[in-house]
């Protein structure tokens, strides 16, 4: 087997790798230029065959099981407290602005499945995570992810035993958020997959220091959930907005354990994202 | 290459992702670290030429590309391509290559990378402007650092090829 991969290397190592370079650079053309459909499929079985395996043997070499499980229950217990403070918070400021109408339906009355994180992009743009858990322990795509400190990201892949997680800083992934102070809702996303910046309208005076929120629109997070606070105003293109760099609750690079909220998209959303 | 040569190699390309992904955000300043994947593809295209030099910048390109957007599959593998058959190509047109030139040839090719990287993703000007700024300069910096250093601890090592 050696011998015949060697033989291989070798034919391509004449006339200098130029045979080899040729090979490569036409390979990673062929890959850039697929559809998007093949590229899924291209980086799922990659994952699912070689990297996750040995991420997850990796990532095992240290795991205490029986520390793991008491932990796990801690910080999911944890996760759910933080959860129903700020709820509570939520629901506090809304009480006082609103006296007669009352609104039940950003309570998160989620389950929430423990996960460790195995593997993530060790290049320099951190943009995905993998983690353990998958269709089998009840993970789907399009669920929020989140930490004990604020919003990760969200499912994009679901496989049996393992998920991919899109991170806030994907470049893919737009999201509603909401100031906490001024109430005024704006979105957040990554241009360079790493930065964060939000656009939210000039007039609402929202100012370095603010907090960011998901805002419940789109129907994939719920309302409430912390993102990040405001760390620079800038201005945009149009004078209409202010663009915002943000910096995020949770740093994504730090990250071990992460919690799915077993959430499902709303039903319009769920048909738009089958369409 | 010997059939040890490979497999020192393979061992290596474990290691630098291993490290990258553990030492590698320990040793970050202001959100700047160095690259220790690109350090391993200039160190291997400069011990083992150009052949070697695409391949493994294939296989570490790639292996980075699997958790990137998937819009972007492929940026790293054809940057990281090009970038190990250039210093492979150095390599075997210069061989005197001592450590101040492999250190200049890293450089290099953290910009080259950088610059193929950015072309691909198709990335805004202002913000290629702003990465550049931001991460390139100074990543470039930190990462000839810690490579001068690996050159010259594993300098008079070409014994295998």
Same mark, same amino acid.
């Given at each position: 087997?050696?011998?015949?991969? %060697?033989?291989? *290397?070798?034919?391509?190592?004449?006339? !200098?790798?130029?045979?080899?370079?040729?090979?490569?650079?036409?390979?990673?053309?062929?890959?850039?230029?697929?559809?998007?459909?093949? %590229?899924?499929?291209?980086?799922?079985?990659?994952?699912?065959?070689?990297?996750?395996?040995?991420?997850?043997?990796?990532?095992?070499?240290? @795991?205490?099981?029986?520390?793991?499980?008491?932990?796990?229950?801690? &910080?999911?217990?944890?996760?759910?407290?933080?959860?129903?403070?700020?709820?509570?918070?939520?629901?506090?400021?809304?009480?006082?602005?609103?006296?007669?109408?009352?609104?039940?339906? #950003?309570?998160?009355?989620?389950?929430? *499945?423990?996960?460790?994180?195995?593997? !993530?992009?060790?290049?320099?743009?951190?943009?995905?995570?993998?983690?353990?858990?998958?269709?089998? !322990?009840?993970?789907?795509?399009?669920?929020? *992810?989140?930490?004990?400190?604020?919003?990760?990201?969200?499912?994009?892949?679901?496989?049996?035993? !393992?998920?991919?997680?899109?991170?806030?800083? #994907?470049?893919?992934?737009?999201?509603?958020?909401?100031?906490?102070?001024?109430?005024?809702?704006?979105?957040?996303?990554?241009?360079?997959?790493?930065?964060?910046?939000?656009?939210?309208?000039?007039?609402?005076?929202?100012?370095?220091? #603010?907090?960011?929120?998901?805002?419940?629109?789109?129907?994939?997070?719920? &309302?409430?959930?912390?993102?990040?606070?405001?760390? %620079?105003?800038?201005?945009?293109?149009?004078?209409?907005?202010?663009?915002?760099?943000?910096?995020?609750?949770?740093?994504?690079?730090?990250?071990?354990?992460?919690?799915?909220?077993?959430?499902?998209? @709303?039903?319009?959303?769920?048909?738009?994202?089958?369409? | 290459?010997?059939?040890?040569?490979?497999?020192?190699?393979?061992?290596?390309?474990?290691?630098?992702?291993?490290?990258?992904?553990?030492?590698?955000?320990?040793?970050?300043?202001?959100?700047?670290?160095?690259?220790?994947?690109?350090?391993?593809?200039?160190?291997?295209?400069?011990?083992?030429?150009?052949?070697?030099?695409?391949?493994?910048?294939?296989?570490?390109?790639?292996?980075?590309?699997?958790?990137?957007?998937?819009?972007?599959?492929?940026?790293?593998?054809?940057?990281?391509?090009?970038?190990?058959?250039?210093?492979?190509?150095?390599?075997?047109?210069?061989?005197?290559?001592?450590? $101040?030139?492999?250190?200049?040839?890293?450089?290099?090719?953290?910009?080259?990378?950088?610059?193929?990287?950015?072309?691909?993703?198709?990335?805004?000007?202002?913000?290629?402007?702003?990465?550049?700024?931001?991460?390139?300069? $100074?990543?470039?910096?930190?990462?000839?650092?810690?490579?001068?250093?690996?050159?010259?601890?594993?300098?008079?090592?070409?014994?295998?090829?």
């Amino acid at each position: 087997m050696l011998r015949a991969f %060697r033989f291989i *290397v070798d034919l391509f190592s004449q006339r !200098h790798g130029v045979v080899a370079f040729a090979f490569f650079l036409v390979l990673g053309i062929l890959i850039h230029a697929s559809s998007t459909a093949v %590229r899924e499929s291209i980086v799922d079985k990659a994952l699912s065959t070689v990297f996750y395996p040995v991420q997850l043997l990796m990532a095992s070499v240290n @795991d205490f099981r029986s520390l793991q499980a008491e932990n796990d229950h801690l &910080k999911a217990e944890n996760a759910r407290l933080r959860q129903e403070t700020y709820h509570a918070s939520e629901g506090l400021q809304e009480l006082a602005r609103l006296h007669t109408l009352v609104r039940f339906d #950003d309570k998160w009355n989620f389950p929430i *499945v423990t996960s460790r994180v195995v593997g !993530h992009n060790p290049g320099r743009f951190l943009t995905t995570l993998v983690i353990n858990r998958g269709t089998h !322990h009840g993970v789907k795509e399009n669920m929020p *992810v989140m930490s004990m400190n604020g919003l990760v990201g969200k499912i994009t892949k679901a496989s049996l035993t !393992h998920s991919r997680v899109q991170l806030l800083v #994907d470049p893919n992934l737009k999201l509603s958020v909401l100031e906490r102070r001024t109430r005024v809702v704006g979105f957040l996303e990554s241009v360079d997959g790493h930065l964060l910046s939000a656009m939210i309208p000039s007039h609402a005076g929202v100012a370095e220091g #603010d907090t960011l929120i998901t805002s419940g629109l789109g129907g994939i997070f719920p &309302k409430g959930i912390p993102v990040g606070t405001v760390h %620079r105003v800038r201005k945009a293109d149009l004078d209409v907005m202010s663009l915002m760099d943000v910096k995020p609750f949770q740093e994504f690079s730090t990250l071990e354990e992460v919690f799915v909220m077993q959430k499902e998209p @709303d039903w319009i959303i769920q048909e738009l994202l089958d369409e | 290459m010997s059939n040890y040569g490979w497999l020192k190699t393979l061992l290596m390309f474990v290691i630098a992702f291993a490290v990258q992904s553990t030492i590698g955000d320990w040793l970050k300043i202001l959100d700047v670290g160095p690259d220790f994947i690109l350090i391993f593809i200039v160190s291997v295209a400069l011990r083992y030429g150009a052949g070697a030099g695409c391949f493994w910048g294939f296989l570490a390109g790639f292996t980075l590309d699997v958790y990137a957007p998937v819009e972007w599959l492929g940026a790293n593998t054809i940057a990281m391509t090009i970038v190990g058959f250039a210093v492979g190509q150095l390599e075997e047109h210069f061989l005197t290559l001592n450590l $101040p030139p492999k250190v200049g040839v890293l450089g290099l090719a953290f910009y080259v990378n950088d610059m193929f990287y950015f072309l691909i993703t198709g990335l805004e000007r202002d913000v290629v402007t702003t990465l550049f700024l931001t991460k390139t300069v $100074p990543e470039s910096i930190y990462t000839v650092i810690i490579g001068g250093i690996w050159f010259y601890l594993t300098s008079g090592k070409k014994s295998d090829v």
